[in-house]
């Protein structure tokens, strides 16, 4: 059984930073997206980091123009836990924040995800 299961998070200052951790386990296939999404409230759930595993253990990271230069999506292949690492923030990045893992290629798309952990708050305060 796969479980994504979050934590970190909370309130925060501009300009302050959070890590967000995602614990997953069942996980079955070298060959997958994980991904990190956001929702603001009343707006649409939008991807901002993810991280691309190959079959020979490669790994590429890529962000939304939004986030770039201030988040920092990593993998701790060893203990299987996803972080965001979120520095700078901006009144704009308060949002719930959600792990997912896809097997095989990436999409933007959160419809294309099945694999979710619970979801984590963040607000960070003018």
């Known amino acids: 059984q796969v479980q994504l299961v979050q934590s970190g998070g909370g309130s925060v200052q501009t300009g302050g930073s959070l890590r967000l951790s995602c614990a997953t386990s069942?996980?079955?296939?070298?060959?997958?997206?994980m991904t990190w999404f956001r929702q603001p409230p009343g707006k649409k759930r939008e991807r901002v980091a993810r991280?691309?595993?190959?079959?020979?253990?490669?790994?590429?990271?890529d962000y939304a123009d939004s986030v770039k230069g201030r988040f920092t999506a990593s993998l701790d292949v060893a203990k299987n836990i996803m972080y965001l690492q979120m520095d700078s923030l901006k009144p704009e990045d308060t949002a719930m924040y959600y792990c997912?893992?896809?097997?095989?290629?990436?999409?933007?798309?959160?419809?294309?995800?099945?694999?979710w952990g619970q979801g984590t708050q963040v607000t960070v305060e003018s």
């Open positions: 997912a893992v896809r097997y095989g290629g990436c999409t933007a798309n959160p419809d294309g995800f099945d694999l």
């Open positions: 991280i691309v595993t190959g079959f020979s253990g490669s790994t590429y990271d």
């Open positions: 069942g996980l079955t296939s070298d060959t997958k997206c």
